[in-house]
């Protein structure tokens, strides 16, 4: 049983972005937390990002890309979450090129866990990744709203480790709770789920989607390869 377990837990993780991962360092590095405790810091994090009107957590960045068109960053864009898609079919949700929109629902492992106690889970995120295109502009958005939590028993040994990433079609039949963000520390005033594990999910998150940005910088700043046929 354990090996097919471990089996099943190599193959998930080949598919996760050609096997890529958030390192504990890299989060870590891209969170900015220095010395402060998890939940002081993510109250920090929540004053500086706080829920819009639809509880989602929503983080924006716009950068420019002089020289390249609307429809050459599209096309970057659309390439790179298929190739790194285990299902290209269902992985882009939106793919408008009149108008220059992309969105696609991208899957993180294991953004924070609990491992001690009878109650043992750990906790992914699913957010939204909006792309907006203009010519030598783009503008992209990470919305999440919920933690998706994976109660993990005694026997179970399919564990991931470092947190993979891939881009998937949202279903969430796989988890066995989802904690919206609104009823978590530090957002909410009687949190309904676990400070501790809340507030390291909040500063990962916030973390992955400094590397999702800085990925998609150093993509989108890369030059076409050359058609030599």
């Not at 639809?54 to 960045?61: A, G, M």
């Amino acid at each position: 049983m354990k090996k097919i377990l471990f089996t099943l837990t190599l193959v998930l993780m080949g598919l996760s972005m050609q096997a890529q991962t958030f390192s504990k360092n890299e989060l870590k590095q891209h969170s900015g937390q220095g010395k402060q405790s998890d939940s002081d810091y993510a109250a920090v994090v929540a004053k500086e990002h706080p829920l819009n009107e639809q509880s989602q957590l929503v983080l924006v960045s716009i950068k420019e890309y002089p020289g390249q068109t609307k429809k050459q960053l599209y096309d970057k864009v659309y390439n790179w979450i298929i190739g790194m898609s285990s299902d290209s079919k269902s992985a882009i949700q939106v793919a408008d090129t009149l108008n220059g929109k992309i969105q696609t629902r991208c899957f993180i492992q294991q953004i924070a866990k609990r491992t001690m106690g009878d109650n043992k889970y750990k906790v992914h995120i699913r957010p939204l990744l909006t792309f907006d295109f203009k010519d030598g502009k783009v503008r992209f958005t990470f919305t999440l709203d919920s933690y998706a939590v994976l109660k993990k028993s005694d026997t179970d040994e399919a564990i991931f480790f470092g947190g993979g990433i891939a881009f998937t079609d949202g279903g969430k039949d796989k988890d066995n709770q989802v904690w919206p963000l609104s009823a978590c520390y530090p957002y909410a005033e009687k949190p309904s789920h676990p400070k501790v594990t809340s507030s390291r999910a909040l500063i990962n998150s916030v973390a992955a989607y400094r590397i999702l940005e800085e990925k998609v910088s150093i993509m989108l700043q890369q030059e076409a390869k050359k058609d030599n046929w």
